[in-house]
T-cell receptor, first 113, second 110 residues
Framework: DAGVIQSPRHEVTEMGQEVTLRCKPI?????LFWYRQTMMRGLELLIY????????DSGMPEDRFSAKMPNASFSTLKIQPSEPRDSAVYFC???????????FGSGTQLSVL | DAKTTQPTSMDCAEGRAANLPCNHS???????VYWYRQIHSQGPQYIIH???NNETNEMASLIITEDRKSSTLILPHATLRDTAVYYC???????????FGKGTRLHILP
């Protein structure tokens, strides 16, 4: 299995631009998670989906952030407009069901200038 | 907030057993102890989890005290590739959220 696939691996953009991060979960997994990691705040859960339905988005920082899961094999995390404080590594993870055993992707390193 | 307390960092000689402690004095009866690790520039990796009994898999062993207020992750023969941040997490089965604390930074020394 290829594991959780995230793209792009690195993203550099200017403040105010729209950023879209992509994730392909492991086939057969029913839960998908987006985490953000910074030196100051560590790993934070942003949102998670069960069977393509958002269950808890209480970790999404503000309205500039949105996440979708149009089907079982694809999810996006969008930031519009981006700000320098959004600079972080964004991880996508998936699991068979719930939080039991998460498999993480390699992450997207986002830099907003 | 994380429900666990871990040392900030530890050193271990290559080839020796690495014993990583974790305190979780407020753990409730239906909560599990999970361990993940994060190697530099990679996503976190699941290692092992347990409820009451000691557990072992191909990566590590998990020893949980009888009162369940603390546990120890054991890497039996540490290698340089085991250098990572190790997270001890307490959560309910499946439906609780995984909240990562600061973890223990383990340095394996050659």
């Amino acid at each position: 299995d290829a594991g959780v696939i995230q793209s792009p691996r690195h993203e550099v953009t200017e403040m105010g631009q729209e950023v879209t991060l992509r994730c392909k979960p492991i086939s057969g997994h029913n839960s998908l998670f987006w985490y953000r990691q910074t030196m100051m705040r560590g790993l934070e859960l942003l949102i998670y989906f069960n069977n393509n339905v958002p269950i808890d988005d209480s970790g999404m920082p503000e309205d500039r952030f949105s996440a979708k899961m149009p089907n079982a094999s694809f999810s996006t995390l969008k930031i519009q407009p981006s700000e320098p404080r959004d600079s972080a590594v964004y991880f996508c993870a998936s699991s068979l069901s719930g939080f039991e055993k998460l498999f993480f992707g390699s992450g997207t390193q986002l830099s907003v200038l | 907030d994380a429900k666990t307390t871990q040392p900030t960092s530890m050193d271990c000689a290559e080839g020796r057993a690495a014993n990583l402690p974790c305190n979780h004095s407020t753990i409730s009866g239906n909560e599990y102890v999970y361990w993940y690790r994060q190697i530099h520039s990679q996503g976190p990796q699941y290692i092992i989890h347990g409820l009451k009994n000691n557990e072992t898999n191909e990566m590590a062993s998990l020893i949980i005290t009888e009162d369940r207020k603390s546990s120890t992750l054991i890497l039996p023969h540490a290698t340089l590739r085991d250098t990572a941040v190790y997270y001890c997490i307490v959560m309910g089965y499946r439906d609780d959220k995984i909240i990562f604390g600061k973890g223990t930074r383990l340095h394996i020394l050659p």
